[in-house]
């Protein structure tokens, strides 16, 4: 007898998750501990696994659904179950070959070929036009026998589930094609399964042949004049992810917000409304510190480690976190309480296929550059690859995004709470600079930092980012920062 597989417990404060994928299909045998589906919570996906063998009976939930821990997403037969039912099912099969037995116009036929071919080549024998109607109206052909009568009605049966699915006649729902969508026209097997094939509503397309018959040209030509509708709404070059539908002034797609892209949303809005930001621009040359970053990045290459400027500018900011502690602090306004951390731990903002991801380097102000580049890497790597736990993105006291990975130069960058300031890095490039009474071409890196103005004035985060800067012109200073 079938029993529930429910949604375990995903950790603390977790009490749903919706589906990414499903990694199983109805019928199938799995093992002790098979990932079942990849679910998706607030910042994390992880496998749900089979809790016993058997035989997966039901699929309760799809993609995209919202599902609460606790509650059922399949149902599985344990294996003993399966074999046991599988028994009584084999002495239909002769009644099924019985059938071609009785066909003395195909004596070449075997038993074993399918229903569904018969049907379609017993049509393709009637010339008449008018015996199209009966097919349209899903009634047996006349003048045929009772082993005819069989196999078309085993057709009608693969038939209706295609008909009943709504999901795969979604290309046809761009635009309303000739053929109202509610006629039904004369079709045969062949052009049937094409249609169920390319997921397109017969109903929809218009009917070029004899006596009204649609026409597996006419399917053809209904696809492609489908698709040109979807890309001709579509940006140019761009086709945008979605469903495709329509609204009152064309084309359009429409996707569901996954989890993670909600959690964002609703964090960026509540730091926005319930923080007074500020943000400062500045400049710092980083002439000299990319100087030391080419002549070390050989070194680094030898121990598997790519040396971008991102770990210097992570040192950086832990040193100057250190002497600026109100930039390393929280508040807490139920007890009008600032929070000072005596630990420093950087989150940095990783851009991903599902969205922007802030991994945490932990006691970042204890580690050396080698140190913080194998731990950034490790993070980077474990975040596009999915494999991160919501503990990964815990516990930041501050954090850095690096636009200059893709380009720009100066933005304002929303706090992430309960922080209280976030610094966004530019695309540095070459600038001419005034020094020693001449100018020079210099590297220079735009920095952007925003602050929260509760806690933090104008003055301290001007101060704070001056010492980052100093860090960074001179990086001789980060080998000996406390």
């Known amino acids: 007898m079938p029993t529930e597989i429910k949604l375990p417990s995903l950790g603390e404060n977790i009490d749903s998750g919706d589906v990414l994928s499903i990694l199983v299909s109805e019928g199938d045998e799995v093992t002790k501990d098979q990932d079942l589906l990849e679910l998706e919570t607030d910042k994390a996906t992880m496998p749900i696994p089979s809790p016993s063998a058997g035989k997966i009976v039901k699929i309760l939930v799809g993609e995209g659904d919202t599902v609460a821990v606790g509650a059922a997403i399949m149902q599985i037969e344990a294996a003993d179950g399966a074999e046991k039912k599988e028994e009584p099912s084999a002495p239909p099969e002769p009644e ?185 621009f500045d400049d710092v040359d980083i002439t000299e510190l990319e100087e030391m970053r080419q002549q070390s990045k050989d070194d680094y290459a030898d121990l598997g480690l790519k040396l971008t400027t991102m770990p210097f500018l992570i040192k950086a900011i832990a040193a100057s976190l250190k002497l600026h502690p109100i930039v390393n602090a929280s508040v807490d306004t139920e007890q009008n309480q600032i929070i000072y951390k005596e630990y420093v731990n950087i989150g940095v903002a990783v851009d991903t296929d599902r969205g922007l991801v802030v991994p945490v380097l932990r006691d970042v102000d204890r580690m050396n550059f080698s140190q913080i580049a194998r731990e950034l890497d490790r993070l980077v790597t474990l975040v596009r690859d999915g494999g991160y736990t919501v503990d990964d993105l815990r516990g930041g006291t501050f954090t850095i995004s690096n636009l200059g990975a893709i380009g720009g130069t100066y933005s304002t960058p929303i706090i992430n709470p309960p922080e209280v300031a976030i610094l966004l890095a530019g695309r540095s490039r070459m600038l001419p600079m005034y020094i020693d009474e001449s100018f020079e071409p210099r590297l220079v890196m735009p920095l952007s930092l925003t602050y929260d103005h509760r806690v933090v004035d104008g003055a301290a985060a001007a101060r704070f980012l001056n010492e980052v800067k100093d860090f960074l012109a001179n990086p001789g200073r980060l080998l000996l920062a406390p």
């Open 96 to 280: 099924e070959k019985k059938p071609p037995k009785e066909k003395p116009a195909k004596p070449e036929k075997k038993q074993d070929v399918d229903l569904e071919e018969q049907a379609e080549e017993e049509f393709d024998m009637q010339s008449d036009p008018g015996d199209d109607a009966p097919e349209e109206e899903e009634t047996p052909p006349p003048k045929k026998g009772a082993s005819a009568k069989k196999p078309q009605a085993a057709k009608k049966e693969k038939e209706a589930p295609a008909k009943a699915a709504p999901k795969k006649s979604a290309l046809s729902t761009v635009v309303d094609k000739p053929g109202d969508g509610q006629s039904s026209a004369a079709a045969g097997p062949a052009v049937r399964r094409l249609s169920r094939e390319l997921g397109v509503d017969l109903r929809r397309v218009r009917p070029s042949g004899s006596g009204g018959r649609i026409t597996e040209d006419d399917v053809l030509a209904h696809v492609r004049s489908t698709n040109e509708q979807v890309r001709a709404a579509a940006p140019s070059g761009v086709t945008p992810p979605g469903t495709p539908h329509t609204d009152n002034y064309g084309g359009v797609r429409t996707e569901k917000m996954s989890r993670l892209r909600q959690t964002i949303a609703k964090n960026m809005l509540a730091s926005y409304t319930s923080i007074p930001q500020l943000t400062n």
